[in-house]
């Protein structure tokens, strides 16, 4: 029996060292799931940034889109008053012009007291005149305005 009471140096030995391999064994196998674990932890934290990107360039491009309308609106309103202030340009040409050629009747007028002096014509052609002038200054009066957009370019 004393045989079986009393082990081996080397009997020992292997035990211990069964013992260890079988703790770093045991180490490996936990690192190796610590690993797995972080590298899943990393691809999903990956993928959410992913998502996260991709959620953001779909807004980005929604907001582009709503940019380029609004410029596009923008744009037309703008040639829109663009025109109609062409139209008016023209139409305050027209009436310059207008106003400046009654003042100069005016002032022929006045500086003639309404008389058209003409040495070779008689009073009734005196008269002619004046009710020419009078017909001009009448039809001048009663023209309407015509103007486009495209009359007067700025």
């Known amino acids: 029996m004393e045989s079986s009471s009393s082990e081996t140096p080397s009997s020992a030995i292997q035990t211990s060292s069964g013992s260890e391999e079988n703790l770093m064994e045991q180490r490996k196998r936990k690192r190796m799931l610590s690993n797995r674990e972080s590298a899943r932890r990393s691809r999903m934290k990956k993928q959410k940034l992913l998502d996260d990107l991709t959620a953001q360039v779909n807004q980005l491009k929604k907001e582009n889109n709503e940019i380029v309308t609004s410029v596009s609106i923008t744009t037309q309103h703008y040639l829109t008053v663009e025109a109609e202030n062409s139209v008016l340009r023209a139409q305050l040409d027209e009436l310059s012009h207008r106003l400046e050629s009654l003042n100069d009747i005016i002032g022929f007028l006045e500086n003639t007291n309404g008389v058209c002096l003409n040495p070779l ?34």
């Not at 008269?127 to 007067?152: T, Y």
Request: net charge negative.
């Open 121 to 154: 014509a008689g009073p009734e052609s005196d008269d002619f005149l004046v009710n020419q002038m009078n017909m001009n200054m009448f039809h001048m009066m009663n023209q309407p305005l015509m103007a486009s957009s495209d009359a007067l370019l700025y």
